[in-house]
């Protein structure tokens, strides 16, 4: 799997990014590109941002007995997974200013590097270590970038 701390690969992830356009069409899914973009940057949001509602203890234990092993395993996503209600994004979304947001977190992830990530809690999964935060964001990139053909 790729790492998201490094340079090289996080460079080759805003590479994939910056060739899509507002027209870019989705390969399966109903989101638009720039709902897509909004939806990845949901990740972000709840690793740097208090803007999310942490769920409650037992959501938070639900979601570590059964949803924590599959987003921050190795193994890709299926197409058409089922998206939690915080990553559902109906409204139509400014391309270039979610295209601007993604890269800037993708950017501050990768500089502040896999030691900042060790034992960070996740708002959903408790604390993670540096691999299950790599793994959880780079796979749901890859998932949504190779879904809009990039």
Known sequence: MKNV?????SQEIINRIHQLT??????????????MLA???VSYE???EKIHPAPNAFMKFILKLLVKKTVV???????SSQTAPA????????????????INYIKKTQEL????????ESLSFGALNKNEWNNMFYKHLDHHLQQFGV
């Not at 701390?5 to 690969?9: A, K, N, P, R, T």
């Not at 590097?113 to 960070?120: I, L, R, S």
């Open 5 to 9: 701390f490094s340079l090289d690969d």
């Open 22 to 35: 507002p027209d870019t069409k989705g390969l399966w899914g109903k989101m638009t590109v720039s709902q």
């Open 39 to 41: 939806h990845c940057n």
């Open 46 to 48: 709840m690793a740097y």
């Open 73 to 79: 395993n190795e193994v890709p996503y299926k197409k």
């Open 87 to 102: 990553f559902i994004i109906k409204e139509d979304k400014n391309f270039a200013i979610e295209k601007e947001r993604l």
């Open 113 to 120: 590097g896999g030691a900042y990530f060790e034992g960070k």
